[in-house]
Nanobody
Framework: QVQLVESGGGLVQAGGSLRLSCAAS????????MAWFRQAPGKERDFVAA????????YYADSVKGRFTIFRNNARATVTLQMNTLKPDDTAVYYC????????????????WGHGTQVTVSS
């Protein structure tokens, strides 16, 4: 049974930082691409960042490029999203996703999802 469990969300002031973590189990973590998506109230679930199975490739939405960093630890089966210089527009539920061997901005390419963690950025 595949499980993805996110942690690290919370309330932060604009300009602050948060670190989200996703712990995976039940899959061959070291051979699968991982990603973070987010969904604000009343909006679609949007791509935030992705990382290839090896960690050698990382990809970001334009809205977070230069502020967010995705990295992974295959030995611990975790993927982390470091979020700096947060803005109120970053407020959303953040989801960890696991996909195939490649990566994609398309949420339908990902097979497994966590339950999400709330990030709220106050102005």
């Amino acid at each position: 049974q595949v499980q993805l469990v996110e942690s690290g969300g919370g309330l932060v002031q604009a300009g602050g930082s948060l670190r989200l973590s996703c712990a995976a189990s039940g899959l061959t973590f070291s051979s699968i691409a991982m990603a973070w998506f987010r969904q604000a109230p009343g909006k679609e679930r949007d791509f935030v960042a992705a990382i290839t199975w090896s960690g050698g490739g990382t990809y970001y939405a334009d809205s977070v490029k230069g502020r967010f960093t995705i990295f992974r630890n295959n030995a611990r089966a975790t993927v982390t999203l470091q979020m700096n210089t947060l803005k109120p527009d970053d407020t959303a539920v953040y989801y960890c996703a696991a996909g195939g061997t490649g990566w994609s901005r398309n949420l339908y390419e990902y097979d497994y999802w966590g339950h999400g963690t709330q990030v709220t950025v106050s102005s």
